[in-house]
């Protein structure tokens, strides 16, 4: 069963960046890998993916143009650049691995917080 281990986050002031990383130890076996995040009383919501197939990536409408996810398939490793972050993306951002881009996905990291001052 393959482990996802994010790093990355914390506090930023609006306009700034942030990246996340995420790396998968153990055996994994997902068509696609990214992030998803949740806010304080709200659901939890996809942001961006890469499918280790072709490399394709997948973004939201709240990531696109904004963010950038890039992976590296021999080491299973995802990465989120996050850029011109708004107060309304603080949430507790979460890596993913399964095989489609819904919020039931295979394997699931403990989270990472990302805050976003105004």
């Known amino acids: 069963q393959a482990q996802l281990v994010e790093s990355g986050g914390g506090l930023v002031q609006a306009g700034g960046s942030l990246s996340l990383s995420c790396a998968a130890s153990g055996r994994l076996d997902a068509i696609f890998m990214g992030w998803f995040r949740q806010a304080p009383g709200k659901e939890r919501e996809f942001v961006a993916a890469i499918a280790w197939i072709d490399g394709g990536q997948f973004y939201s409408e709240i990531a696109q143009g904004r963010f950038a996810i890039s992976g590296d398939n021999d080491r299973k490793a995802v990465y989120l650049q996050m850029n011109s972050l708004k107060p309304e993306d603080t949430a507790v951002y979460y890596c993913?691995?399964?095989?489609?881009?819904?919020?039931?996905?295979?394997?699931w990291g403990q989270g990472t917080q990302v805050t976003v001052s105004s």
């Open positions: 993913a691995a399964g095989n489609n881009l819904s919020t039931k996905q295979t394997h």
